[in-house]
């Protein structure tokens, strides 16, 4: 079985699950973004961040700093 036809499966699956009747040309765009942003995601999920520490009171309307620290 191929990826694709997994991936077919699952959101097929998924769409039934929430009672979603989708016709072949929204399956196509549904299809199209799962290929496009998938591989990334797995990206995310791979990704090691045990190591790091937590932003203490994050203020996420300014970006952080080189050192960590949130620019004013």
């Known amino acids: 079985m191929e990826a694709s036809d997994r991936a077919d499966d699952f959101i097929d699956g998924g769409l039934a699950s929430l009672g979603i009747e ?3 040309i929204e399956r196509a765009v549904i299809g199209a973004a799962h290929q496009l942003f998938w591989p990334g995601i ?3 999920l791979s990704l090691d961040l045990g ?3 937590p932003e203490r009171d994050p203020d996420l309307s300014k970006a952080p700093d ?3 620290e949130r620019a004013l």
Do not use: F, K, Q, W
């Open 22 to 24: 989708a016709d072949e």
């Open 42 to 44: 797995l990206e995310l």
């Open 51 to 53: 190591e790091l520490e």
């Open 66 to 68: 080189v050192n960590g």
